[in-house]
């Protein structure tokens, strides 16, 4: 919970000066090329995480890579900034809160949708006309399989679940019967 706190803060402050830039989306890749090369590299994670190496030591190796990885220098003052804090560990937690702001924003919404077969495009188009009917929002939608539904569709949009899965609709139909018993 406090380090969701401290990511939100740091999110939030890192989208202050993207906004002043107006370059939202530029700042979020790179904020995600760095996150994957630490998820990437554990031995780099541990070295940066672990408290016995001296932070003119970290800060070396983070701009080393940073210069490889030809990051904007507003990203990369930001990343140093989490070293010296001794924040980089929460680097993927930061990257998350800031696409909430960036989605938010840009009136964007994330939509997953897990259906027993593969959609077709037509289906797969009405399905997103309706979502952004229904958010407000400019929808992006990611679909995955899942055989285990039997059949149906669950579609998750941000918290919120809706459940129309075959599955789902048997556990209710157990349920009932289990009560009448």
Known sequence: MISSNIAKRYARAFFKIAAEERRYEDFYQELGR???????NKNLSEF???PVFDQPDKKAVVEALL??????????SFL??????RRIGI????EGCYRELVDNALKKVGVTVKTAF????????RLMREMEKLTGKQVEMTVQEDP?????????VGDTLYDGSIRAQLNDIRNLLGEER
């Open 34 to 40: 760095f996150s994957t090369l630490l998820k990437e």
């Open 91 to 94: 680097l993927s937690d930061i």
């Open 148 to 156: 285990t539904l039997l059949g149906g569709i669950v579609v998750r």
């Open 67 to 76: 210069a490889k990885l030809q990051l904007s220098e507003l990203t990369a």
């Open 48 to 50: 940066l995480a672990n």
């Open 80 to 85: 140093k900034l989490l070293v010296d804090k």
């Open 118 to 125: 593969p959609l077709t495009g037509e289906l797969s188009a």
